[in-house]
């Protein structure tokens, strides 16, 4: 369990989160939607230790950014690092023995090429990858299908649900409320840095509808398009 109580973070004087209160259960895949600016990146970095912040972090582990796994939304790499260093990097950071990482190579990436050079979908493959090896207790996943291939979003689906049945935490961002749909236990809403609503599986139905009706509203209608 992670407990996350009224967590607020300001750049400046420009407040992102505003009083973030937060329950993630163990075994439980917790879903993130909200509009760009609504804070999904920014809750990330500060759960994650990289971003200071107000409020309290609680859970099991600890310190818990050794126990956690952060997929960015564009992940970066150093211009003169292969996949396989980078995959060889990060779980000497753990200090876990370095596995066959031919056969961990599932997305099929080319680990001899850099990284750099990778594509939008190749780098968010490879940085899961890594934090997949590190076997972390908790990931944070943010827009972890944005970008990537069908296939590749089929094992990404399937690999989610693994970890649920292993007992991991985890935590989604998606701009997309149907990428959420197949994979969440609960969804919330993000708006202007606070969670306006949240639902269950069985309220997925009435909170994309909610959804939208604010976020559409009558845009499309003003176009005229007839």
């Known amino acids: 369990m ?27 895949v917790h879903g993130i939607v909200g509009e760009n600016g609504a804070g999904k990146t920014t809750l990330f970095k500060c759960i994650a230790g990289l971003e200071d912040f107000e409020g309290s972090i609680q859970g099991d582990y ?19 690092i292969t996949g396989r260093e980078y ?17 961990k190579n599932i997305f099929d990436l080319p680990l001899n090429q850099y990284a750099a050079t990778y594509s939008t979908g190749m780098k968010k493959k490879l940085a899961l990858t890594a934090i997949l090896l590190q076997q972390n207790e908790v990931f944070i996943l943010d827009e972890p299908f944005n970008g990537v291939d069908i296939q590749s979003n089929m094992v990404i ?5 693994q970890l649920r049945s292993l007992g991991k935490t985890l935590l989604i ?29 069985d309220e997925f139905a009435d909170l994309e509808a909610e959804m939208r009706a604010f976020t559409v509203g ?9």
């Open 157 to 161: 689906t399937e690999i989610i649900q």
């Open 87 to 103: 995959l060889q990097l990060l779980c000497n950071a753990r200090h876990l023995p370095l596995p066959d990482l031919d056969e």
């Open 2 to 28: 992670i407990n996350i109580e009224n967590l607020s973070k300001y750049y400046g004087s420009h407040q992102v989160l505003k009083g973030i209160n937060l329950q993630l259960a163990a075994g439980q």
């Open 62 to 80: 600890k310190p818990l950014k050794n126990h956690l796994g952060l997929l960015p939304t564009d992940p970066f790499f150093f211009s003169k």
């Open 218 to 226: 009558d845009r499309v209608a003003r176009l005229g398009l007839g």
């Open 173 to 201: 961002s998606s701009h997309i409320f149907s990428t959420l749909n197949d994979t969440c236990d609960r969804i919330y809403l993000l708006k202007d840095g606070q969670f306006v609503r949240q639902a269950g599986r």
